[in-house]
């Protein structure tokens, strides 16, 4: 959704930042140059932006060329963990025109889990013990404000890098101003009319209060996939959260407010999950009462 909440008159230079699908040929060209950049040891692919992930249209037979039966899995006991960080950030800084990741000192260790597996698979002496680790790093941050959606993942065996997850964004458009501080958009979204039946199942219209918007509002850039998945564009937004006045059962949402446009990027349940962020999740249930425009 992108509904036009506030206006301004003068228009946005070269924001936002619109990353365009690559074209299929363009694409597994590209992905061959990332898996001999890596020896050919990834089994995860580029996406269809052209970052580190995976992309379901270079999946051969629909098959995920991750899952342990369809590759060779490295079993090996790794019982030193020493080196993993290095050895992780090292390798998604090598691949940085894929990664996004410019500096790597600005990557932050979030987790480090092991991944069991069978050593001598079917044979007398078969046992149990962590054959890989896996790596996640945080979110993204520019201009110290959150990208949301970019959890990193980085899996590792005993040979070292075997596939990477998520990816950042390089050298993004930012605006240069704040054209809409988030006590006027408050002010603004007061009044506004939810439908609760996609949140609770109710056949209910909740009417946004004043009193609801009780959190200080954070600032993050948010990615989004538009034109029907073909692009993916990168906003900057205030993070809004909104209490639900009537009970605790329901948390309320976040509503993502761009700050140069003044439009509603997205509304979204407190209940949800970063990776929603590129479901396509679309809610038509919001209206907004008249209210004069900043």
């Known amino acids: 959704m992108a509904c036009d909440m506030l206006t301004i008159s003068d228009e946005a230079l070269e924001y936002p930042t619109v990353y365009s699908k690559v074209e299929l040929g363009e694409l597994e060209a590209?992905?061959?140059?990332?898996?001999?950049?890596?020896?050919?040891r990834l089994c995860s692919t580029l996406n269809e932006f052209g970052f580190t992930g995976f992309s379901e249209i270079l999946f051969v037979n629909g098959q995920n060329p991750c899952e342990r039966r369809f590759r060779d899995?490295?079993?090996?006991?790794?019982?030193?963990?020493d080196t993993l960080l290095s050895a992780a950030m090292r390798?998604?800084?090598?691949?940085?025109?894929f990664t996004g990741v410019q500096d790597p000192?600005?990557?932050?260790?979030?987790?480090?889990?092991p991944q069991p597996g069978c050593i001598n698979c079917g044979e007398v002496d078969e046992y149990s013990a962590n054959i890989e680790w896996s790596l996640t790093f945080e979110n993204q941050y520019v201009d110290s404000a959150e990208v949301l959606g970019t959890e990193i993942v980085v899996f590792l065996d005993a040979l070292g890098v075997n596939r990477i997850w998520?990816?950042?964004?390089?050298d993004?458009?930012?605006?240069?101003?704040?054209?809409?501080?988030?006590?006027?958009?408050?002010e603004e979204m007061t009044g506004m009319e939810i439908d609760m039946e996609p949140y609770t199942g109710q056949d209910t219209t909740y009417i946004v209060q004043a009193q609801d918007f009780q959190e200080i509002p954070s600032?993050?850039?948010?990615?989004?996939?538009?034109?029907?998945?073909?692009?993916?564009?990168?906003?900057?937004?205030?993070?809004?959260?909104?209490?639900?006045?009537?009970?605790?059962?329901?948390p309320g949402w976040i509503a993502y407010v761009d700050i140069?446009?003044?439009?509603?990027?997205?509304?979204?349940?407190?209940?949800?999950?970063?990776?929603?962020?590129?479901?396509?999740?679309?809610?038509?249930?919001?209206?907004?009462?008249?209210?004069?425009?900043?």
């Open 30 to 40: 590209l992905n061959e140059d990332y898996q001999e950049l890596n020896n050919g």
């Open 73 to 81: 899995v490295i079993r090996i006991e790794m019982t030193n963990t």
């Open 91 to 97: 390798v998604l800084y090598v691949n940085r025109e």
């Open 105 to 113: 000192s600005q990557l932050k260790l979030r987790s480090m889990s």
């Open 166 to 170: 998520g990816n950042w964004y390089p």
């Open 172 to 186: 993004f458009k930012t605006p240069d101003f704040i054209n809409f501080g988030y006590v006027d958009v408050q």
């Open 219 to 250: 600032k993050v850039h948010y990615p989004r996939e538009i034109d029907n998945g073909n692009e993916l564009e990168i906003r900057t937004c205030w993070a809004i959260p909104i209490q639900y006045g009537v009970n605790e059962i329901f």
């Open 260 to 294: 140069e446009e003044g439009i509603l990027v997205n509304l979204m349940s407190r209940t949800s999950e970063d990776q929603t962020f590129f479901s396509g999740q679309k809610n038509k249930s919001v209206t907004f009462s008249d209210q004069p425009s900043l």
